[in-house]
Structure formats: structure tokens, C-alpha cells
């Protein structure tokens, strides 16, 4: 019964969300970690999503439905997670313990509403996906009943 | 007489395979709700269930030869196709989050009503193999 493939679907959804929660913490936790130089301080991190393809998953399977196409595909995986290019903050504050010769330290580029907008987009899709796993558990409880009565 | 479980069941049992199978399509829409460049897709139902009533009642035309056109409804096997978005964004990903979830909502009623169908097919079978 290919009930269980919504569960593996919306499992990796939840995963990929997870992630991108994960980067959010991390880059809202250090939105003011000051840094002596551009190459050590901290950049804002993104996670990169992609769909996954059932076919890459099983390329040998040519008689069953859906897998001669692309297939209705298997979810979602983060393909990696990149910095961000933005500039960073250089604030001139010499009395700073970062601080280098000319008195300037480096805050990182994350800007903080937008990584609250992301959190909450994030949270939501997560909740999206827990509630698709929770209705195909109640299609795959409901079958479990067929001619009990 | 033998009693053939295709017959009795009808187009029910393929009905409900179909919405497990929509239900895959749009729950993997909905886990790709965030993913740049991502096309939405779902499954032609009408087409599925066609093609689908065609193997129960029998009338099939056979394809003799690849380069024979295909008479099937719907075209290829359970193609899928891509959704159309009301409003197209910039990273190219076509998921309408909302709708998309409604879908899924309705589909998943929808197997409900299949399931109810298919569940009162087993229970006029039993209540005639118990003779009551």
C-alpha cells in the first residue's frame, strides 16, 4: 500500500523544516557575535531544498505505476547549506576586546526580521506536513477496519 | 456460481487506489511547499478512474505494435501533469500552499467515501454468505 510512501514524504517535509528551524536558531542566536576580521566572523546560513525524484531512488522498477516519468516524487532533502554574501556590519567600536588596529569590529549579516519571518514559515510548513502525516494515518487506520462490521 | 470478488466490488476498490496514489502527488506538493523552482503537480482522476472502468468491464484495445497510437483515456499511463499556479512567484516554485492542502483534505474525504462504498460491498457479501 503505497499509504506509507505519504509518511516517508511528509517525514523528510518535517526533516527539511527541522533543518532550516536549526539554521534559523543558529543564525538568530549569533546575530551580534562580533568578529575581529570579515573571514572569521559569522555568516548567515541558508539550507538549499530540493525535490527529491522517485525515480533516483528506484531507477529499475520500470513496470510500476508512476516510475516510466519523473514519478510523484519522494519528498524533499536539503541539498546543503550555503553562507550568505551579503555585507557584514563594520561598526567602529575600539574599546570593543575584538576589536582590530584601526578599532573596527564585524557583526555578521543576519538580519534578524527576516530570520524571524523564516521561522514562522518554517513552523508552519512543519505543522503543514504533521498534519498530512496525521491524515494518512487515519486513511491507513480506517482500512485497517474494511469489513469488520 | 463462483463469486468474483472484481465483479462485486466494482470500481471502488480502483477508486480508492487512485486516492492513495492523488494523496501521494499532493503530499509530496505540500512537502516541496518551500523548494525553489519546484512544479506542483496532480494526477487526472477522471482519466485514472476511465481507464480503470475500462479494465473492469473488459473492452480494451490491445496494442499490437510501438508504433501503434495509444487509445488509452487520459493518454500515457498514469501521467501526471502540472498545475497551472493563480499566481507565480519568483523562486519559480508553482505550490499554492492553502489549496494544495484542501486538496489533500478532499481527497482524503473523498477515500473516505470510497472506503464507505467498498465497506457496504463486504458487508452485502457477508450478510448473503451467511443467508440471513
Same mark, same amino acid.
Given at each position: 500500500?503505497s ?5 516517508d514524504i511528509a517525514?523528510s517535509g518535517?526533516?527539511?523544516q527541522?533543518l532550516?528551524l ?10 551580534e557575535?562580533?568578529? !575581529?576580521?570579515? =573571514?572569521?566572523?559569522? @555568516? ?5 531544498? #530540493? %525535490?527529491?525524484?522517485?525515480s533516483?531512488?528506484?531507477?529499475d522498477?520500470?513496470?510500476m ?6 514519478g510523484p516524487?519522494?519528498?524533499v532533502r ?5 553562507? !550568505?554574501?551579503? =555585507?557584514?556590519?563594520m @561598526? ?5 576586546p #575584538? %576589536?582590530?588596529?584601526d578599532?573596527?569590529v ?10 524571524m519571518a523564516?521561522?514562522m514559515?518554517s ?9 498530512v502525516?496525521?491524515t494518512a494515518k ?7 477496519t474494511?469489513g469488520q462490521? | 456460481?463462483a ?6 466490488l466494482?470500481?471502488h ?12 502527488v499532493l503530499?509530496n506538493?505540500l512537502?516541496n511547499?518551500?523548494t525553489?523552482?519546484?512544479k506542483?503537480?496532480?494526477v487526472?482522476?477522471r ?5 480503470a472502468?475500462q479494465?473492469v ?6 496494442r499490437t505494435?510501438d508504433?501503434?497510437?495509444?487509445t488509452?483515456?487520459g493518454?500515457?499511463d ?14 519559480g ?9 484542501s486538496r489533500f483534505?478532499r481527497?482524503a474525504?473523498?477515500?473516505?467515501a470510497?472506503?464507505q462504498?467498498l465497506?457496504?460491498?463486504?458487508s452485502?457479501?457477508?450478510?448473503a454468505?451467511s443467508?440471513?
Amino acid at each position: 500500500m503505497s499509504l506509507g510512501n505519504i509518511f516517508d514524504i511528509a517525514g523528510s517535509g518535517m526533516t527539511a523544516q527541522s533543518l532550516r528551524l536549526n539554521t534559523t536558531a543558529s543564525n538568530i542566536a549569533n546575530a551580534e557575535t562580533a568578529s !575581529s576580521s570579515t =573571514e572569521t566572523a559569522y @555568516r548567515a546560513r541558508k539550507p538549499v531544498f #530540493a %525535490a527529491i525524484q522517485q525515480s533516483m531512488l528506484n531507477p529499475d522498477q520500470q513496470g510500476m505505476a508512476f516510475a516510466s516519468d519523473e514519478g510523484p516524487g519522494a519528498g524533499v532533502r536539503v541539498d546543503g547549506i550555503v553562507e !550568505s554574501d551579503a =555585507e557584514l556590519q563594520m @561598526r567602529y567600536e575600539p574599546n570593543h576586546p #575584538a %576589536a582590530n588596529e584601526d578599532g573596527y569590529v564585524f557583526y555578521p549579516n543576519v538580519n534578524v526580521v527576516e530570520e524571524m519571518a523564516d521561522m514562522m514559515s518554517s513552523s508552519r510548513s512543519f505543522q503543514m506536513n504533521v498534519d498530512v502525516m496525521n491524515t494518512a494515518k487515519s486513511m491507513m487506520q480506517r482500512i485497517l477496519t474494511l469489513g469488520q462490521q | 456460481m463462483a463469486i468474483s470478488f472484481d465483479k462485486a466490488l466494482g470500481i471502488h476498490q480502483h477508486a480508492l487506489e487512485a486516492r492513495v496514489k492523488r494523496g501521494e502527488v499532493l503530499a509530496n506538493n505540500l512537502a516541496n511547499a518551500d523548494t525553489p523552482g519546484f512544479k506542483a503537480r496532480d494526477v487526472d482522476f477522471r482519466a485514472m478512474l476511465e481507464r480503470a472502468q475500462q479494465s473492469v468491464s473488459g473492452f480494451n484495445m490491445e496494442r499490437t505494435h510501438d508504433a501503434h497510437m495509444d487509445t488509452t483515456p487520459g493518454g500515457q499511463d498514469n501521467e501526471l501533469l502540472y498545475r497551472v499556479p493563480h499566481q507565480p512567484s519568483v523562486d519559480g516554485n508553482t505550490v499554492e500552499t492553502q489549496q494544495e492542502q484542501s486538496r489533500f483534505m478532499r481527497n482524503a474525504m473523498d477515500y473516505q467515501a470510497s472506503f464507505q462504498f467498498l465497506d457496504g460491498k463486504f458487508s452485502g457479501l457477508k450478510k448473503a454468505l451467511s443467508g440471513q
